[in-house]
């Protein structure tokens, strides 16, 4: 199986700062297609997950451009410009390229 | 809008059956394929099963293979979850969540506890 690593656990940020949130995998997520498929969800408190980011660097529909998606073959990076006290919550990476999908553990995001 | 609502939600003893559904709004359920990815109290999300659009491809996550059976209704637009053998560890909140660019839309879930 794919394992999917975050860091930090957590991460406290001021209004308007930026925030980084790393994820690793265990192995390469680039396909021969071209494509990485890596993703990152937000779930807000109380709430389901909700998709940000997909195939690594796509942003998903209604999300806000302040959030962006990087990364290689297995390292990969959501960052959080100017945040706002709605980004709180717990963010987490996951990979759709083989079976069983996969998520991380999680980062929460708070606000200082 | 897009909309999933689950249902089934209960309390269940160990070794007993429990069936989810899922009824769709909002797309053309038949076009897309269908997840259910759970999430146990104060922890992680768990994927567990995945249907093809049009039922001919089936994927489940070892900790429910041979206990679960993901399928689907396209003329009722609802995804079900039959679930056997139920343990403890089953205890979690189910959500149903399309599969297009990824999990693209989730369910508000239902909670799912097994504990004599």
């Known amino acids: 199986d794919i394992v999917m690593t975050q860091a930090p656990l957590s991460v406290s940020v001021t209004p308007g700062e930026s925030a980084s949130i790393s994820c690793r995998s265990s192995?390469?997520?680039?396909?021969?297609?071209?494509?990485?498929?890596v993703y990152w969800y937000l779930q807000k408190p109380g709430k389901s997950p909700q998709l940000l980011i997909y195939?690594?660097?796509n942003l998903a529909s209604g999300v806000p451009d302040r959030f962006s998606g990087s990364g290689s073959e297995t390292d990969f990076t959501l960052k959080i410009s100017r945040v706002e006290a709605e980004d709180v919550g717990i963010y987490y990476c996951g990979q759709l390229l083989e079976n069983p999908l996969t998520f991380g553990s999680g980062t929460k995001l708070e606000i200082k | 809008e897009v909309q999933l609502v689950e249902s089934g939600e209960g309390l269940v003893q160990p070794g007993s059956s429990m069936k989810l559904s899922c009824v769709a709004s909002?797309?053309?359920?038949?076009?897309?394929?269908m997840n259910w990815i759970r999430q146990a109290p104060k922890k992680g999300l768990e994927w567990i099963a995945l249907?093809?659009?049009?039922?001919?491809?089936?994927y489940y996550a070892d900790s429910v293979k041979g206990r679960f059976t993901i399928s689907r209704d396209n003329s009722k637009n609802t995804l079900y979850l039959e679930m056997n053998s139920l343990r403890s560890e089953d205890t979690a909140m189910y959500y149903c969540a399309t599969f297009n660019y990824g999990f693209d839309y989730w369910g508000q879930g239902v909670m799912v506890t097994v504990s004599s």
């Open positions: 195939r690594m660097s």
């Open positions: 192995k390469s997520l680039l396909h021969s297609n071209g494509i990485t498929y």
């Open positions: 909002g797309f053309t359920f038949s076009n897309y394929g």
């Open positions: 249907i093809y659009y049009d039922s001919s491809s089936k």
